[in-house]
């Protein structure tokens, strides 16, 4: 495997790595450290274990996200658990609150599969990975009422203040940059990056979306993660050979199944 660059957010079963998925997957075991591709529903995450299982460099998440919950099956906190017995499962998550498309499922119903998601992940000591979009106010509020005792979370692709940031870094979140951390117009993204340890920062892309300038617009990859750690050297101002080691490090501390052996 290549250096110790991950990216701990892509979804390689979407339809837009239709054509090149094998040689994309090839790129990663050449160039990179590893992925977490991340479950959207049942079909999403079954498919995140099945490359799992096929690459040593894929890791696995499962969970239900905010944007499909209106088929949502009655046993899905079952087969959730059933995943998570993987040992290439290292998360609970593509999960969280998503009020920016008025066809999502009502508010209430969101705030409730994700408050029993955020339940399961903590059962099963495993992390949660957030997707929080137009919800801030709610999700804050889940966090100060309902967040189980050792509950572990990253924000991935955050969007929210600095304060809002800081609050959720006292409770030991982690935040995921990608993309949009490159783009002239999101300084607020660059803010908050640069008010948290570094301890809590990670790599991401959430391909096939949000790819980084120079290629903002195009299909997102797993390897433009460089992209992304470059900008983040330049910012906080160390080598990129530092961020690739302080990311790696906190991914393997937040995701610490990676390191566990297979059995
Ligand atoms: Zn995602």
């Known amino acids: 495997m290549g250096s110790g660059l991950w990216d701990t957010h892509v979804h390689l079963d979407d339809e837009r790595f239709a054509g090149d998925r094998k040689e994309v997957l090839a790129e990663i075991g050449r160039e990179m450290a590893g992925v977490i591709n991340p479950g959207c529903d049942g079909a999403s995450s079954a498919f995140a274990v099945e490359l799992a299982e096929k690459y040593p460099w894929v890791y696995a998440a499962v969970g239900w996200h905010p944007e499909n ?52 992940a903590a059962q099963l000591h495993l992390p949660l990975i957030i997707h929080d979009r137009e919800a801030h106010g709610d999700m804050l509020e889940l966090f100060r009422k309902d967040a189980p005792r050792g509950l572990e979370a990253v924000f991935h692709c955050f969007s929210g203040s600095v304060e809002m940031a800081a609050e959720l870094a006292k409770k030991g979140c982690y935040f995921g940059f990608g993309g949009t951390s490159t783009y002239k117009n999101a300084r607020k993204v660059r803010e908050v990056m640069l008010s948290l340890p570094k301890e ?47 990311t790696e490090e906190n991914t393997l501390r937040l995701f610490r199944k990676i390191k566990q052996p297979l059995s």
């Open 69 to 120: 919950l209106t088929e949502l099956p009655k046993d899905y906190l079952a087969k959730e658990a059933a995943w998570a017995e993987h040992p290439k499962v290292v998360a609970i998550g593509e999960v969280g609150l998503d009020y920016y498309w008025p066809d999502n499922a009502p508010r209430e119903v969101q705030k409730k599969v994700f408050k029993e998601q955020m339940d399961l």
């Open 200 to 246: 809590l920062l990670l790599l991401e892309t959430d391909s096939p979306y949000l790819a980084p300038v120079p290629y903002r617009g195009k299909r997102n990859k797993p390897l433009y993660t460089k992209l992304t750690a470059q900008n983040m050297a330049l910012l906080l101002g160390v080598s990129y050979e530092e961020v690739v080691a302080f």
